[in-house]
């Protein structure tokens, strides 16, 4: 069961990457079932982590098979910084950088800073996004973020090849409405062509508060799916409790109830 969490201070993080490629974060068994959750690698190439801290400054260094390629310049955090892989592709990886100590009600977590390092020109991009990233588009094309405006909860496609003429720091993006049904959203996930997109919503039934649905294992989750192309969206599935969307088989989105769920 997902419960109030923060997450740990990890000051030095070790992530090996072995053998690659990216078609790569998609694999496609006999069965058709094709999957994007877990890292894809760049040849047999292992990527470290260092932080380097003095009164003013916070860096991660970014080590690839023991050789510094990268720094990432932070403002100091009050608890330190989480910092993984989020993704990878054939030459370039994708490292999240999230400030811990967060608190709340947190069912669905992403990456909160993002940054792409070119593994063969050792660049470095910060991409801009609302909220808290969950999934790039195999063709690295696409962002998926969840965040709340004014109005509700939203899901941002951001198309990384485009800047908004309004907002020159951000990708353009399309912009999908959760229900206001539902408190929480997040999991999405792009399909292996990018044209559809799945993600997760819960929701606490109408007599319960959501803390109370929470601690009974009452919460309620709907899976729903975008076409992209099309710029609609329908409920694919409803599950008691928690889900969680492990990839893609024949056009559908494949998701796990959590074990503890009733």
Same mark, same amino acid.
């Given at each position: 069961?997902?419960?109030?969490?923060a997450i740990?201070?990890?000051?030095?993080t070790?992530?090996?990457? /072995?053998?690659?490629k990216?078609?790569?974060?998609?694999?496609v068994d006999?069965n058709?079932w094709?999957t994007?959750?877990g890292?894809?690698v760049f040849?047999?190439?292992n990527?470290?982590?260092?932080?380097t801290?003095?009164?003013?400054s916070?860096?991660i260094?970014v &080590?690839?098979d023991g050789?510094?390629?990268?720094? &990432? /310049?932070q403002t100091w955090p009050?608890?330190?910084?989480d910092v993984s892989?989020?993704?990878?592709q054939?030459?370039?990886v994708y490292?999240? =950088?999230?400030p811990t100590?967060?608190?709340?009600?947190? &069912?669905y977590t992403g990456a909160?800073?993002?940054y792409?390092v070119?593994?063969?020109?050792?660049s470095?991009e910060k991409? /801009?996004?609302?909220?808290?990233?969950?999934d790039?588009s195999d063709d690295?094309?696409?962002?998926? !973020?969840?965040?709340?405006?004014?109005t509700? &909860?939203? #899901?941002?496609v951001?198309?990384? !090849?485009k800047n !908004?003429?309004e907002?020159?720091n951000l990708?353009?993006k399309?912009?999908?409405t959760?229900?206001?049904?539902?408190?929480?959203?997040?999991e999405?996930l792009?399909?292996?062509?990018g044209?559809?997109?799945?993600?997760?919503?819960t929701?606490?039934?109408?007599?319960?508060g959501?803390?109370t649905?929470n601690?009974?294992n009452d919460?309620?989750?709907?899976?729903? =799916?975008?076409?992209?192309t099309?710029?609609?969206?329908?409920?694919?599935?409803?599950?008691?409790?928690?889900v969680n969307i492990?990839?893609?088989?024949?056009? /559908?989105p494949?998701?796990e #109830?959590?074990k503890?769920a009733?």
């Amino acid at each position: 069961m997902k419960k109030l969490t923060a997450i740990l201070v990890i000051l030095f993080t070790f992530v090996a990457l /072995n053998g690659c490629k990216k078609d790569g974060a998609t694999q496609v068994d006999d069965n058709g079932w094709a999957t994007d959750r877990g890292a894809t690698v760049f040849g047999d190439a292992n990527i470290t982590f260092e932080n380097t801290q003095t009164d003013d400054s916070y860096v991660i260094s970014v &080590l690839m098979d023991g050789e510094k390629i990268a720094d &990432l /310049n932070q403002t100091w955090p009050a608890d330190g910084y989480d910092v993984s892989i989020f993704e990878s592709q054939e030459d370039a990886v994708y490292i999240a =950088v999230n400030p811990t100590g967060l608190g709340g009600f947190i &069912l669905y977590t992403g990456a909160q800073n993002l940054y792409r390092v070119d593994l063969v020109t050792t660049s470095v991009e910060k991409l /801009n996004f609302e909220g808290f990233a969950t999934d790039i588009s195999d063709d690295g094309a696409s962002l998926v !973020s969840f965040y709340q405006d004014e109005t509700g &909860l939203k #899901v941002g496609v951001y198309d990384l !090849s485009k800047n !908004s003429p309004e907002l020159p720091n951000l990708p353009t993006k399309k912009v999908y409405t959760v229900s206001s049904d539902f408190f929480q959203a997040g999991e999405g996930l792009f399909s292996p062509d990018g044209k559809y997109l799945a993600y997760a919503s819960t929701m606490a039934p109408a007599d319960m508060g959501y803390e109370t649905a929470n601690t009974t294992n009452d919460l309620i989750t709907a899976i729903f =799916v975008i076409d992209l192309t099309k710029g609609t969206q329908v409920e694919f599935a409803r599950e008691d409790y928690m889900v969680n969307i492990e990839g893609w088989s024949y056009g /559908n989105p494949v998701y796990e #109830v959590e074990k503890d769920a009733k």
